[in-house]
C-alpha cells in the first residue's frame, strides 16, 4: 500500500517544479507514508476525494504561514517541517508520528449507546 499511496502523491505532483509549494507538501506527505501500511491506507483512501488534494493540504499549511505572517507584522515567515507534519495529520486524520491508526475504521457514533 505503501508504493499506491507514494504513486498517488506522484500523479498529483506532476508537471509542478520541486520548489513548488504542492510539491513540498507531496515530499513530505511521501515521508508520512513510510511509516506503514495503515497510514499509507489513510493518505491514499484520502487522496481519492478531490477536497483532500495536495494542493487543499497546501491551502491549510499557507492559512497557517498567513497567520504567522499577521502576528510578526507582515515580516516574512515560514512554518517549519514540525508544524507542518502536525497540518498533515490534522487535515488526513492521521495518528501522531509512532502511533497506530485507531482500528476502528468508523468514527460514528451511536447515541443510542448511551440510552
Known amino acids: 500500500m505503501i508504493e499506491k499511496a507514494i504513486a498517488r502523491i506522484t ?3 506532476q508537471g509542478l517544479p520541486e520548489e513548488d509549494n504542492v510539491f513540498c507538501v507531496g515530499e513530505q ?10 497510514v499509507a491506507e489513510l493518505i491514499y483512501q484520502d487522496l481519492e476525494n478531490p477536497e483532500m488534494s495536495l494542493a487543499k493540504a497546501e491551502a491549510q499549511i499557507n492559512k497557517k504561514a498567513d497567520e504567522l ?10 512554518v517549519n517541517p514540525l508544524v507542518a507534519d502536525k497540518i498533515l ?10 502511533e497506530a491508526p485507531a482500528a476502528s475504521g468508523s468514527k460514528l457514533i451511536s447515541l443510542d449507546e448511551y440510552m
Do not use: M, W
Open 11 to 13: 500523479e498529483q505532483q
Open 29 to 38: 506527505l511521501k515521508e508520512i507514508c513510510r511509516e506503514g501500511e495503515a
Open 69 to 78: 505572517h499577521k502576528k510578526n507584522k507582515g515580516r516574512k515567515v515560514c
Open 89 to 98: 495529520r490534522d487535515f488526513y486524520c492521521l495518528p501522531p508520528k509512532g
